[in-house]
């Protein structure tokens, strides 16, 4: 049946019923459903929409089903995938739920990823959350609110991560920024080597301690890197790092972006909606 698909079927119908017809014979076919999805075929829209939202799903399949309900630009998708990122569901669901959120622009959206931020996210979470909130101006106002009010500490924020609110190119968020963080803009190469120096002389002023240390990775490195097994694997794995050179240690600190491996780099994408 197959072979006479290809041979008799297939050539004479038009791209968007082929896929539809591909698609039916072979429905848990994840290429064939996201062309489909594409193409705007409701049938496969609807089975991704049930891999997606069903509790019995596997995660692997609610992930991938999530990823391709992204293309769809459905706005009706917020609110079951808005109750995803709140229920119990894994980190990597919510964090697939995120990407879907994240392409619309609607208050609900901030709000209520506002309160997930401060009631039950894990930090690696958190930082995803942020990063939705962060790519729109009217998100970063409200999260930026939240911090003015105490609601959200500043600390918790890195400022890598921060400095990406510069780039919104808004006075109010700027004036935000200015004032709980500091001037996020980049520093000269003199001003670098100068806190580098500095660093150098309080590490020669008194020992270090090891377990001080550890608290400080999990609160602000962690939500990127990992170290012996812990953290998120979402920046370079620290544990290979020269760890045994404190120059390379406090250049990399002072400045991390002096040097970004090739699979690491960012890429800052605004697009024509904002």
Known sequence: AAERFRRDIAPQTPL????????SAAPDTPALTSLAIALGHDDAIHAARHDAFAVDTAESQRIA??????????????????DL????????????????????DDSEVAERL???????????LKSKIRDVLF?????????????????????????????????LDDD???????KHWGQLTAASRGEMLAEVRRLNNDLRAATGSAEAGRVVFHKHCAACHQLFGEGTKLGPDLTTANRQDREFLLVSLVDPNSVIRKEFVSVIIQNTDG
């Open 16 to 23: 968007s019923e082929f896929v539809l017809a591909a698609w």
């Open 65 to 82: 089903a999530l990823a391709m309900l992204r293309q769809t630009n459905d706005r009706s998708l917020i609110a079951p995938a808005l």
């Open 85 to 104: 990122i709140e229920s119990p569901a894994s980190d990597a669901v919510k964090q697939a739920a995120l990407a879907l959120v994240g392409r619309f």
């Open 114 to 124: 506002l309160i997930v931020h401060q009631t039950n996210a894990s930090d690696a």
């Open 135 to 167: 790519g729109r101006a009217a998100y970063a106002q409200m999260f930026l609110a939240a911090v003015d009010r105490g609601d959200v500490a500043a600390g918790t924020v890195p400022l890598e991560q921060a400095r990406r609110l510069v780039l």
């Open 172 to 178: 109010d968020i700027n004036t935000l920024v200015t």
